[in-house]
């Protein structure tokens, strides 16, 4: 008897304390199957140890370790019924609320709260609430409501995905104590998306951001959408940026005369810095208040981890000695951005056997359209421009070897291509980092921007062959990375100049249409400190010499929205007027239309009217009245 008793008793315990932890998805973050990023918790009925040897501080300060795979939690987990033995402190909820990845029955839900008791080791026992009925938290109103905990071990953040019953429809959400009701959370809200076989989806609303940079000035773009009807908001990355903020020499932005430096006020490099870092950037309101108000899609770029990063390395760390930062290497660095990505962001596990890493995705909105999100950054890209091997890849660029997303992501993507075209879905929305068509800056020494597709030629040509032997329709490719914002008709490189296969005054022949916004916050890839008028010559030249760039500007920060519609969608280009103050206004400095069954952008472009900023290339040639001669327009 007693050898089977032994074994049963952990086993009722592990199942009553189990339920509140991996309701808790952070615990498992980022991946569903267990990793060296995630907590065990399906084996933690067998793990628990009592913590009082490791406290929180001396886990946290593991210098280049992350605590993941050291959770100790410090309660029987037997007795942790609905906030039983939970700490029964007071807290707060300084980083307000969120939400992500809405699907037609299901969303993610994010809160993270603070103890008032830093050095407690309980966990907090949260109750959650989804309402129906704005401001109504009655029974009869809850479409969803249970509890989960969190604890210091995954920062406490506590993310949560809630079941609902209906698609197309807005709820609202709210967290608050299991023991103490009036430790409530603000209330958010988010509208689940149409199921997949919605045939009568009349239009989806979407804001699409990039680079937003703390020290270089105000959230202003977050906080003009969250007083906008988007249904939707993407992030393309760099969501937040590794480098101290304070203006000394190794610092990216001096945030000392806004006062947002951000913390830790050092290049971030442990599991603790990352974390600190999203706290800081959280703590903004505008930022906090797109997040309360809407559902986000996002997506990462290098500085979520650091500067012009790739599967490897990035363009100051690797694994070798001279690749360690602080005395952590790359591949340490890595897991540490990630692991608090995925905590702080609401964004759902994505998981495949062994893909520890992936965060690619896709949703189906309705029949109106599919949007995929990339990762050409941190997943399998092969070896970027690092600054000090520049020409090197340069050489390299057109190597057909050589993938930006990996193999098993490229796979991916034409494969939901093709199904998006065979399964109706008329719009084709593919949400990624850089810059995709080739972009000739006019530069002697590097025209071009190897850390954007123009380094991964073979991949680009891999795409653009998929979507035309496909007859892919409708594809629209949105970008960020680049602080400044570019609108193209997608072609192949080696179209530029071929008349009788792209025609730049009415778009024949191109293959879809790429929308690349500029940055919320940081500063232009034309140089920072330009006059208006500076800012607008450079973007005459840059559409004058790139024939299929429709439009160019980089005087100013924003982001853009898209109205996608059954028959066509308009993109929205916004510029904040001025950046260094809060709550500043905004300026639509250009507007876009591509019809559907098109693959271009609709002349005239802009309506035929000037833009607010920037350039806008039929304003400055009219390419049907030239020829190609051999070597140039004329
Ligand atoms: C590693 O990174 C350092 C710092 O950027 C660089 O000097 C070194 O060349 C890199 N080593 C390799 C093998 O990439
Ligand atoms: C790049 O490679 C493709 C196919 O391998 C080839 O057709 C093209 O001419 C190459 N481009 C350059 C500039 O070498
Ligand atoms: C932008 O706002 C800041 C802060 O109010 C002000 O100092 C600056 O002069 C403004 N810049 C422009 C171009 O108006
Ligand atoms: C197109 O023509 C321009 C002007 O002659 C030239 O600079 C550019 O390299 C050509 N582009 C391609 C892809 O051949
Ligand atoms: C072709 O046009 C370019 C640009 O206008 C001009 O510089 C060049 O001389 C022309 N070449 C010939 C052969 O006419």
Same mark, same amino acid.
């Given at each position: &008897?007693?050898?089977?008793?032994?074994?049963?008793?952990?086993?009722?315990?592990?199942?009553?304390?189990?339920?509140?932890?991996?309701?808790?998805?952070?615990?498992?973050?980022?991946?569903?199957?267990?990793?060296?990023?995630? @907590?065990?918790?399906?084996?933690?009925?067998?793990?628990?140890?009592?913590?009082?040897?490791?406290?929180?501080?001396?886990?946290?300060?593991?210098?280049?370790?992350?605590?993941?795979?050291?959770? !100790? /939690?410090?309660?029987?987990?037997?007795?942790?019924?609905?906030? +039983?033995?939970?700490?029964?402190?007071?807290?707060?909820?300084?980083?307000? !609320?969120?939400?992500?990845?809405?699907?037609?029955?299901?969303?993610?839900?994010?809160?993270?709260?603070?103890?008032?008791?830093?050095?407690?080791?309980?966990?907090?026992?949260?109750?959650?609430?989804?309402?129906?009925?704005?401001?109504?938290?009655?029974?009869?109103?809850?479409?969803?409501?249970?509890?989960?905990?969190?604890?210091?071990?995954?920062?406490?953040?506590?993310?949560?995905?809630? +079941?609902?019953?209906?698609?197309?429809?807005?709820?609202?959400?709210?967290?608050?104590?299991? @023991?103490?009701?009036?430790?409530?959370?603000?209330?958010?809200?988010?509208?689940?998306?149409?199921?997949?076989?919605?045939?009568?989806?009349? *239009?989806?609303? &979407?804001?699409?951001?990039?680079?937003?940079?703390?020290?270089?000035?105000?959230?202003?773009?977050?906080?003009?959408?969250?007083?906008?009807?988007?249904?939707?908001?993407?992030?393309?990355?760099?969501? /937040?940026?590794?480098?101290?903020?304070?203006?000394?020499?190794?610092?990216?932005?001096?945030?000392?005369?806004?006062?947002?430096?951000?913390?830790?006020?050092?290049?971030?490099?442990?599991?603790?810095?990352? $974390?600190?870092?999203?706290?800081?950037?959280?703590?903004?309101?505008?930022?906090?208040?797109?997040? +309360?108000?809407?559902?986000?899609?996002?997506?990462?770029?290098?500085?979520?981890?650091?500067?012009?990063?790739?599967?490897?390395?990035?363009?100051?760390?690797?694994?070798?000695?001279?690749?360690?930062?602080?005395?952590?290497?790359?591949?340490?660095?890595?897991?540490?951005?990630?692991?608090?990505?995925?905590?702080?962001?609401?964004?759902?596990?994505?998981?495949?056997?062994?893909?520890?890493?992936?965060?690619?995705?896709?949703?189906?909105?309705?029949?109106?359209?599919?949007?995929? &999100?990339?990762?050409?950054?941190?997943?399998?890209?092969?070896?970027?421009?690092?600054?000090?091997?520049?020409?090197?890849?340069?050489?390299? %660029?057109?190597?057909?070897? $050589?993938?930006? &997303?990996?193999?098993?992501?490229? $796979?991916?993507?034409? @494969?939901?291509? /093709?199904?998006?075209?065979?399964?109706?879905?008329?719009?084709?929305?593919?949400?990624?980092?850089?810059?995709?068509?080739?972009?000739?800056?006019?530069? %002697?020494?590097?025209?071009?921007?190897?850390?954007?597709?123009?380094?991964?030629?073979?991949?680009?040509?891999?795409?653009?062959?998929?979507?035309?032997?496909?007859?892919?329709?409708?594809?629209?490719?949105?970008?960020?990375?680049?602080?400044?914002?570019?609108?193209?008709?997608?072609?192949?490189?080696?179209?530029?100049?071929?008349?009788?296969?792209?025609?730049?005054?009415?778009?024949?022949?191109?293959? %879809?249409?790429?929308?690349?916004?500029?940055? !919320?916050?940081?500063?232009?890839?034309?140089? %920072?400190?330009?006059?208006?008028?500076?800012?607008?010559?450079?973007?005459?030249?840059?559409?004058?010499?790139?024939?299929?760039?429709?439009?160019?500007?980089?005087?100013?920060?924003?982001?853009?929205?898209?109205?996608?519609?059954?028959?066509?969608?308009?993109?929205?280009?916004?510029?904040?007027?001025?950046?260094?103050?809060?709550?500043?206004?905004?300026?639509?400095?250009?507007?876009?239309?591509? +019809?559907?069954?098109?693959?271009?952008?609709?002349?005239?472009?802009?309506?035929?009217?000037?833009?607010?900023?920037?350039?806008?290339?039929?304003?400055? /040639?009219?390419? *049907?009245?030239?020829?190609?001669?051999?070597?140039?327009?004329?």
């Amino acid at each position: &008897m007693l050898p089977v008793l032994a074994l049963l008793l952990p086993l009722v315990g592990f199942v009553a304390g189990f339920a509140p932890l991996q309701r808790n998805i952070a615990y498992r973050s980022p991946t569903l199957t267990t990793s060296s990023l995630a @907590h065990d918790i399906d084996h933690i009925g067998a793990k628990i140890v009592k913590r009082s040897t490791l406290g929180r501080r001396s886990l946290e300060s593991a210098r280049g370790g992350h605590a993941a795979d050291q959770l !100790v /939690i410090d309660y029987d987990s037997a007795k942790g019924i609905d906030g +039983q033995d939970s700490y029964h402190g007071s807290f707060t909820f300084p980083y307000g !609320v969120a939400s992500g990845d809405p699907l037609d029955d299901s969303a993610i839900l994010w809160t993270h709260p603070v103890p008032k008791d830093a050095d407690t080791v309980e966990p907090i026992c949260l109750r959650y609430q989804t309402s129906k009925v704005k401001d109504s938290w009655h029974e009869k109103d809850l479409v969803d409501s249970s509890y989960a905990w969190t604890t210091s071990d995954v920062d406490y953040s506590f993310k949560v995905e809630t +079941q609902l019953p209906e698609p197309k429809t807005r709820y609202y959400y709210r967290f608050f104590g299991c @023991h103490d009701h009036s430790l409530v959370s603000p209330t958010g809200t988010f509208t689940t998306m149409p199921s997949p076989d919605d045939e009568t989806v009349g *239009s989806l609303k &979407m804001a699409v951001f990039s680079c937003s940079n703390y020290p270089f000035g105000y959230f202003n773009s977050f906080g003009q959408a969250a007083k906008s009807d988007v249904d939707l908001v993407a992030h393309v990355g760099d969501y /937040i940026y590794e480098s101290a903020g304070d203006g000394s020499p190794d610092a990216y932005g001096d945030g000392r005369p806004l006062n947002r430096v951000p913390q830790p006020n050092r290049e971030i490099v442990t599991l603790d810095d990352y $974390r600190l870092r999203y706290a800081t950037y959280r703590s903004d309101p505008d930022l906090q208040r797109l997040h +309360q108000k809407k559902p986000w899609l996002l997506i990462w770029d290098d500085h979520e981890v650091a500067d012009n990063s790739w599967k490897a390395g990035t363009a100051d760390s690797n694994d070798t000695a001279a690749g360690t930062v602080e005395g952590v290497r790359f591949t340490e660095r890595k897991k540490n951005a990630v692991k608090a990505y995925f905590e702080w962001m609401p964004i759902r596990q994505v998981d495949t056997a062994g893909d520890t890493l992936r965060i690619w995705r896709k949703f189906q909105y309705g029949k109106l359209a599919d949007i995929a &999100m990339l990762d050409t950054r941190n997943y399998d890209r092969d070896i970027t421009d690092l600054y000090y091997n520049t020409a090197e890849v340069a050489s390299l %660029a057109n190597d057909t070897a $050589r993938s930006l &997303m990996g193999g098993k992501q490229e $796979r991916w993507l034409y @494969h939901n291509l /093709i199904h998006s075209q065979k399964r109706g879905a008329t719009w084709k929305l593919i949400g990624q980092q850089i810059i995709v068509n080739h972009l000739n800056y006019g530069e %002697a020494d590097f025209p071009v921007d190897y850390d954007a597709w123009d380094g991964y030629e073979a991949n680009r040509r891999r795409l653009f062959d998929t979507i035309r032997a496909n007859d892919i329709q409708n594809v629209i490719l949105l970008s960020g990375d680049s602080h400044a914002a570019w609108v193209y008709d997608a072609i192949y490189q080696e179209w530029e100049n071929r008349t009788d296969l792209y025609d730049p005054s009415t778009g024949r022949g191109a293959l %879809a249409v790429e929308f690349a916004g500029t940055a !919320v916050s940081s500063p232009s890839s034309y140089g %920072a400190k330009l006059t208006p008028a500076q800012y607008v010559a450079q973007a005459e030249k840059l559409v004058s010499i790139n024939r299929n760039l429709a439009f160019a500007e980089g005087g100013h920060r924003g982001y853009f929205t898209l109205d996608v519609r059954p028959n066509e969608l308009d993109a929205s280009f916004w510029g904040i007027v001025n950046n260094t103050q809060q709550s500043s206004d905004q300026i639509l400095l250009a507007k876009f239309n591509v +019809q559907k069954g098109a693959n271009r952008l609709t002349r005239p472009i802009n309506n035929g009217k000037p833009a607010k900023g920037g350039a806008l290339q039929a304003q400055i /040639i009219d390419y *049907s009245k030239q020829q190609w001669n051999g070597s140039g327009f004329s």
